[in-house]
């Protein structure tokens, strides 16, 4: 009997997001790796320790990780199988689905978007700034477009692709232990002080995790915008991530744009090169990116339809 685990999950990540009221009620499983992270930082990264003390620390940090997070993982897969029996893809579905984020990617990018179409780039700008790590109070119109559908294209692998392929990989511990080594990179993995070692272990295996997962992302975000192809070959590498660049530059081929370039984090600016090439980014260039976004989405679907259909 083939069990649509993966499928289900993405259904129901599209249909229902993560309800505000359960956000509220029980917080979200993410929220909870980012505690238990910040506490181990506050207590184990500890300036006045030698690089390799804290680069040694944040190895620790990883291997608390991934065997909290599998470990919890294999429970509740073992548990559902032994209640459920063959009528356990259902519920194994459900402790999936927090792990997915189609609809939440989405429903932050709108806004950008319906704010630069309105004219108010006030607004399109703390919007933005939502999503995104670099300072936004003075981006143009195209500033803030390209940091909108770059966030789409990143997060389209962080936040849908890699999370997909690991649960059908290893199942809810494959799920679950990449969610968590991706909370990690987003919090330490950073090479500016006083990340620069405890972080180092974090962000390289969550280079490794999303190795398959950002190329694919790549190839069907080409696939769903019907070009982009000689671009994403082209500029991939221009990102500093040996993984972001792929979607991204996927992105500014199809959409036929410049994505990337100058920008500031935290008041330093950073000349990062083009991605890309053709016109501006804007408001018509959001909407497009996020229409391919679907189609891209809805690829997912289908191959994890087959996938789990040829899996039984």
């Known amino acids: 009997m083939a069990e649509p685990v993966a499928l289900t999950a993405l259904i129901l990540d599209a249909a229902l997001g993560w309800p505000g009221r359960l956000h509220e009620r029980i917080g979200h499983p993410v929220g909870g790796f980012a505690r238990i992270i910040d506490g181990v930082e506050r207590r184990w990264n500890r300036t006045e320790g030698s690089d390799l003390a804290r680069r040694w620390a944040g190895i620790g ?93 990143e997060s389209f692998c962080d ?25 990690a990179d987003s919090l330490v993995g950073h090479k500016e002080a006083p990340f620069t070692d405890f972080g180092w272990a974090a962000a390289r295996f ?63 600016p950073q000349d990062k090169p083009w991605m890309g090439e053709g016109r501006e980014a804007d408001v018509r260039a959001m909407r497009a990116g996020l229409r391919v976004y679907l189609r891209a989405c809805l690829m997912l679907w289908l191959l994890a339809a087959l996938w789990e259909g040829m899996g039984r």
């Open 159 to 183: 936040g849908v692709v890699a999370p997909l392929f690991w649960l059908l990989m290893l199942g809810l511990p494959g799920l679950w232990a990449y969610k968590a080594v991706n909370t």
């Open 61 to 153: 940090l990883l291997a608390t990780l991934l065997v909290m997070a599998g470990g919890i993982g294999a429970a509740m897969e073992w548990g559902i199988r032994h209640w459920a029996g063959d009528f356990a893809w259902p519920w194994l579905a459900l402790a999936a689905w927090p792990g997915l984020a189609q609809r939440s990617l989405y429903a932050h990018v709108v806004p950008v978007t319906r704010a630069l179409a309105a004219g108010d780039l006030d607004a399109a700008r703390r919007t933005v700034g939502w999503i995104v790590g670099r300072d936004t109070a003075v981006l143009d119109e195209a500033g803030v477009a390209r940091a909108g559908i770059e966030s789409l294209a």
């Open 206 to 268: 969550d280079d490794l995790l999303n190795w398959v997962p950002a190329r694919l992302a790549g190839f069907l975000l080409c696939i769903a915008g019907c070009g982009g192809w000689a671009v994403l070959w082209r500029d991939h590498r221009c990102h500093a991530s040996p993984n972001a660049g792929w979607p991204e530059a996927a992105m500014a081929g199809a959409l036929a744009v410049r994505l990337g370039g100058p920008a500031r984090y935290d008041g330093v």
